[in-house]
């Protein structure tokens, strides 16, 4: 039995933008919490465990909300170029912070440009990969739920 709620229209749209922004700040903290531990060298499986299960637990199921329902975002479109500066941007962080952290820890200039580098382009061509991906799998979605199960009834009718 649903309980009925002490909000109005108005206090509910405020109390779900309330969790929105709550799920953002949980998910880019524990991000943040990740990389700060693993710039300081406590970076191990042992130490960032509990982090890391609770990320990819929001992540996995924000992107199955997601995908079930046939949303990507509110601003960006589901493309090629978004994709491509998507990925470059996460690379070049990603790329940028490794070089950083490798030369903290070696001390060693031209191998922090080239562990940064090499980074920047596996990160960039993992990224691309996963979001081609993950585009195609939501336009298959998206036109699934557009066409609706009424479709397949009129069709097969159609068709006897």
Same mark, same amino acid.
């Given at each position: 039995?649903?309980?009925k709620s002490n909000l109005d229209e108005m206090q509910e749209k405020k109390l779900l933008k309330i969790e929105?922004?709550? &799920?953002?700040i949980a998910f880019w903290g524990l991000f943040a919490a990740?990389?700060?531990?693993?710039?300081?060298?406590?970076?191990g499986i042992e130490h960032l465990g509990g982090e890391l299960v609770v990320m990819l637990i929001q992540s996995?199921?924000?992107?199955?909300? &997601?995908m079930k329902n046939g949303i990507w975002d509110r601003k960006l479109n589901p493309n090629f170029?978004?994709?491509l500066i998507i990925s470059l941007i996460t690379g070049l962080g990603l790329g940028i912070f490794w070089a950083l952290v490798s030369y %903290?820890?070696? %001390?060693a200039l031209a191998g922090s440009l080239a562990a940064g580098i090499?980074?920047?382009?596996?990160?960039?061509?993992a990224v691309l990969l996963l979001l081609s991906l993950t585009t195609a799998a939501y336009k298959r979605r998206k036109k699934k739920l557009e066409?609706?199960?009424d479709d397949d009834e009129n069709e097969m009718e159609k068709s006897s």
């Open positions: 039995m649903k309980k929105h922004n709550a &799920c953002w990740i990389y700060i531990q693993i710039a300081l060298g406590n970076g996995v199921y924000i992107y199955a909300g &997601c170029t978004t994709n %903290h820890r070696y %001390h090499f980074i920047f382009l596996s990160t960039t061509g066409d609706g199960p």
